[in-house]
């Protein structure tokens, strides 16, 4: 159970589990959603456990509903360019399947090669292609769930328009297990792009010149494939475990790729980083060394968590905005005499600063938290919000009740009283 009782936010608290459950179908999780309502007990589900908020960190005294082994990829309907899953199947193994059949399913999380759709589904994740793509709420036409009774319902629709009801389908996207059990999706795919995606690269001296390249690419109306960003810390903290070489290349990057295999959006992209004061930029044509450059930007996260224990930040504020919002993470990191790396999904302006203490040092992880907050309210009060794709979990929720107000938040108790009558399904998560 101690395997199961955490996700990978090592700074949110876990419980002590009553009992762990592994279900294989929909029944089994009926039969344990029907008898934790009877007797009151908790339900934490849980997929692969890559989460980094603690929404799937163990209560005291909960079942742990482990939906890993629930992996069968049921459908995928080339002609209706749909796929049915159960919830633990891992992202790049639907991707896989999908490609099989011309078909590609967008959504890619860095952790795409270990979680899975339903943790994905339950937390909205994004990923690196979601500024032109979209997050997974995009692409979820309909689940199947277990609600607070024991019953299962279907949602949503396997059809490309549908507007009978409210969208409950919608509703559990994001609710981080809180609503009910997800035992089935149903995901929209799209054809794979015809054209191999050209890559840009940009240099720059500053965290916030680099911010000016995004929003210079934002004004300019250009809507990359992706558009990331990765800073000194974290590119030398790659090149120490993997000696890549990357640090060379420059203080921070912008990394672009576009795949409409048309080479002026390249070349314009490329014009806005020069534009914006790159001191190098280039358009890669070599496939090998592009994808190199995409899989430090995965690498960075695991590449800093080999220097100390990582408070990882996920905020989310307008894209002409993300300059300002990298000046004040800078300084929250002078204020709070803390080192802070910064990857994001600039493109969008998902911020992932990432906030690294020493093992044992207590005090640097109370200047953390405190820094960790602030950047929270200097989100919110750019009109931003506290989490663009990780999710609430424990992590964000004074964050996200700051960001949403009372009387949102009453709104969002009523639809979980209405689900979750007994109160069973991950408490003390999210609100």
């Known amino acids: 159970m101690a395997a199961h009782a955490r996700d990978q936010a090592a700074w949110a608290p876990a419980g002590t589990p009553l009992a762990l459950v592994r279900p294989r179908d929909a029944g089994q999780v009926r039969a344990v959603v029907a008898a934790c309502a009877e007797h009151g007990v908790p339900i934490v589900p849980r997929g692969a456990g890559t989460g980094l908020s603690g929404g799937a960190n163990a209560v005291d005294g909960c079942v742990l509903l ?17 796929a049915v899953v159960q919830p633990g199947v891992v992202n790049d193994r639907l991707r896989a399947a999908a490609a099989e059949h011309g078909l590609w399913y967008p959504p890619d999380p860095a952790s795409s090669p270990w979680s899975t759709i339903g943790g994905n589904t339950a937390t909205n994740a994004g990923g690196v292609c979601c500024v032109k793509y979209g997050v997974t709420r995009d692409y979820v036409l309909g689940l199947k769930a277990v609600t607070g009774r024991g019953e299962q319902v279907t949602l949503g629709r396997r059809t490309r328009k549908g507007v009978a009801g409210y969208d409950l389908a919608g509703l559990f996207v994001g609710s981080e297990g809180t609503l009910g059990v997800i035992t089935e999706i ?12 050209k890559t840009v690269v940009g240099a720059f001296d500053s965290l916030v010149a680099a911010g000016e390249g995004v929003a210079a690419v934002a004004r300019a109306g250009i809507t990359p494939s992706a558009l990331e960003l990765v800073d000194r810390y974290c590119l030398r903290a790659v090149d120490d475990w993997k000696n890549m070489g990357l640090a060379d290349l420059g203080d921070v990057l912008l990394l672009g790729r576009v795949d409409t295999g048309d080479e002026r959006e390249a070349a314009a992209l490329q014009d806005c980083f020069e534009r914006a004061g790159a001191t190098f930029s280039t358009r890669s044509t070599d496939a090998d060394e592009a994808e190199a450059l995409f899989a430090a930007r995965r690498l960075a996260y695991p590449a800093l968590e080999r220097l100390g224990p990582v408070l990882t930040e996920d905020v989310c504020v307008p894209r002409g905005l993300v300059p300002e919002m990298l000046a004040r993470i800078e300084a929250h990191a002078t204020a709070h005499d803390v080192h802070i790396a910064n990857i994001a999904h600039a493109g969008d302006g998902n911020l992932h600063p990432l906030i690294v203490v020493p093992a044992g040092d207590d005090e640097a992880r109370e200047r953390a938290q405190r820094a960790f907050e602030s950047i929270l309210d200097d989100a919110v009060a750019l009109g931003g919000t506290v989490t663009g794709e990780h999710g609430v979990g424990l992590l964000k929720k004074r964050g996200m009740h700051a960001e949403l107000g009372d009387n949102v938040l009453a709104l969002h108790r009523a639809i979980k009283s209405a689900l979750d009558p007994a109160g069973i399904f991950n408490p003390g998560k999210v609100i």
């Open 186 to 197: 149903t995901v929209r795919l799209l054809r794979l792009p015809d054209s191999p995606p």
């Open 66 to 82: 482990a939906l890993d082994g629930m992996d069968r990829i049921i459908e995928i309907d080339p002609a209706e360019q749909l």
